[in-house]
């Protein structure tokens, strides 16, 4: 073609892009004798669908300086990359920008806004989107019932999920992902079994492996690891190793070694070990005092050359996100960081905190070398992103911060006491589920602060009526 149109060259960028050649889709935007806006919505879909979250969002100032405008394609695609790496200024602004063009009630738009709110650790925005829209679709609803669940907040799940069905909404098995992951969450076991049964025996949904996932997860949470064991038996597909490892997560929390070592056998068996699941067993044997389980973990890792997944955490400051990895050396501001670091540390161990001995590092010193990325005596993503918060922002200000990987107990703990020592709202969203850190207390213990003010005055009004006997089998207490 000797002159090709517009249309022509974003149909060739967006081939690239979508065949993963995002190099090539940029050559080619960059050399556009002429870009549309169709053009800038293209690579930014492309970014974002490929996960490159940070590219996707630098397009949009590349926009703001060659005064290209927006439209709701432009806002949906950079939303979703706000809700990945916890954006909320950025995704605060696109708020408005979509609220001064009318775009809210645009259900795609609305949808997105939800998303970016809630995986931001803003429920209550999400909220008030969500009612502002007069427009709902099931994705609407999923979303809500979906981000109450990893937040903990099973009884807001199935409080949504039945006004879900009061509008009208038919379920589908995305929906019912979001009433067990809350179920689960809050310890709401008999609840959750009834909604798992109620997806084939109601709604004629027939459940997938990730529903089967989170029934186990339920009973193993709950510590009814033998339950958990029998679900594993009936599910269609036993041999997927999703459900091991949840089973494997399970006797973690209960430092049950040999349902531990159970489903490190069958994740063996096929084939779909990790550095993670040795981890889990090796955390296991240090809670029972088992060395010598530390040395079969330390043989089978030299001998199999496992690796894990690099450690990252994401933190935005002034709009911008600002991404740290263990023992991060590389940022500019490292020198700052780390004095800031030594400064909390000292402030958070005067509040109550105390190191995790590491244990695990000292038995198994190879770990280092065979690529595990977070060991405990190295400093962890998260900790170096909350010193960054820290010295960068003004006192009183929330931190919110992205984690690719589980929060480990060490950090766990340091963040509570940070919050405490410091006064500060954190808010972690880690691989699994989000942590809300305030005053020393995070939401993911058994009922979460806004649970327990709940039962509280259930408490005193069943006192006044002089029901207290009635508490014992009140479904919030179970």
Sequence with gaps: MLDPPT??????????????????ARFLFDNMPERDLVAWNAMISCYSQAGHHEEAMGMYEKMRNENVGLDGFSIVGLLSSCAHVGALGLGVQLHRIACDKRLVRNVFVGNALIDMFAK?????????????????????????????????????????????LLAGIRPNSITFLGLLCGCSHQGLVQEGIDYFHQMSSKFNLTPGIKHYGCLVDLYGRAGRLDKALEMIETVPSRDDPVVWRILLGSSKIHKNVATGEKAMMNLMRLGALTAGDCVLLSTIYAGANYPSGFAKMRKLIKTLGVKTTPGWSWIEISNQVHKFVVDDKLHPDSMQVYEKLEEVTKRAASAGYVKEEAVILNLLGSWSEGGYSETPSSCHSEKLAIAYGLAKTPEGTSLRIVKNLRVCKDCHSFTKFVSKAFNRSIVVRDRVRFHHFKNGVCSCGRLSVRRMVAIDEEISILKRSRFVLQLKTHPMNR
Excluded: P
């Design 7 to 24: 249309q022509a060259w974003n149909s060739i960028a967006r081939c690239y892009g979508r065949n993963g050649c995002l190099e090539d």
């Design 120 to 164: 931001c650790g803003s429920l209550d925005d999400a909220l008030s989107v969500f009612r502002e829209m007069r427009k709902r679709d099931v994705f609407t609803w999923n979303s809500m019932i979906h981000e109450f669940g990893v937040h903990g907040l099973g009884n807001d799940a199935i409080s949504f999920f039945e006004q879900m």
